[in-house]
Antibody
Framework: QLQMQESGPGLVKPSETLSLTCTVS??????????WGWIRQPPGEGLEWIGT???????YYSPSLKGRVTISVDTSKDQFSLRLRSVTAADTAVYYC????????????WGQGTLVTVSS | QSVLTQPPSASGTPGQRVTISCSGS????????VNWYQQLPGTAPKLLIY???RRPSGVPDRFSGSKSGTSASLAISGLQSEDEADYYC?????????????????FGTGTKVTVL
């Protein structure tokens, strides 16, 4: 059974870079039909898609975050990572990683999520 | 700012049928399939419906999805107390802004379902 687990710092200072890693277990990140995505949810708010990557490195990013975000993949470790530059308090959120099934058409399963707070 | 609009809340008594709407446009729902996610309090979202009306293994058949034009709906028949959660629709959005083709995955605004 495929499982996702986010890891990374829970506190980031304003203007710095947020970095998170998602580890995939119970399956291969090099699947030919799976994409891998990051989604976030500010406290008390709705879901926001950040971006999606294929194991070959092909990426799609949210137009609202493009320019600040980079998603990369490490197939040797079955991991993919998120970097979000120049963060502000508005980037405080629970960050989820998820598998994009059916060539990224839907997300399942999701990781449990990790809260990242941007504060000095 | 979400491009898929849902009612902020819906409610019903146990056993009732509850329907949640999701309104989009030709660049998202009108041209791509719709998915629905259920988020129980304090937990990660879970895929509930994919490709407009398909249920993943393990999802009760009291949940059903439909799509017509640029709108979609999620119906919960025989509402149960454990269905109290937030529900989000989602779809890919393909739009053109100037010479740039923008592609993104968009979530709905979310609907909180309360079992009375």
């Amino acid at each position: 059974q495929l499982q996702m687990q986010e890891s990374g710092p829970g506190l980031v200072k304003p203007s710095e870079t947020l970095s998170l890693t998602c580890t995939v277990s119970g399956g291969s990140i090099s699947s030919s039909t799976s994409y891998w995505g990051w989604i976030r949810q500010p406290p008390g708010e709705g879901l926001e898609w950040i971006g999606t990557i294929f194991y070959t490195g092909n990426t799609y990013y949210s137009p609202s975050l493009k320019g600040r975000v980079t998603i990369s993949v490490d197939t040797s470790k079955d991991q993919f990572s998120l970097r979000l530059r120049s963060v502000t308090a508005a980037d405080t959120a629970v960050y989820y990683c998820a598998r994009g099934g059916d060539y990224g058409n839907w997300f399942d399963p999701w990781g449990q999520g990790t809260l990242v707070t941007v504060s000095s | 700012q979400s491009v898929l609009t849902q009612p902020p809340s819906a409610s019903g008594t146990p056993g009732q049928r509850v329907t949640i709407s999701c309104s989009g446009s030709s660049s998202n729902i009108g041209s791509n399939s719709v998915n629905w996610y259920q988020q129980l309090p304090g937990t990660a979202p879970k895929l509930l419906i994919y490709n407009n009306n398909r249920r993943p293994s393990g999802v009760p058949d009291r949940f059903s999805g439909s799509k017509s034009g640029t709108s979609a709906s999620l119906a919960i028949s025989g509402l149960q107390s454990e269905d109290e959660a937030d529900y989000y629709c989602a779809a890919w959005d393909d739009s053109l802004k100037g010479y740039d083709r923008l592609k993104g995955y968009v979530f709905g605004t979310g609907t909180k379902v309360t079992v009375l």
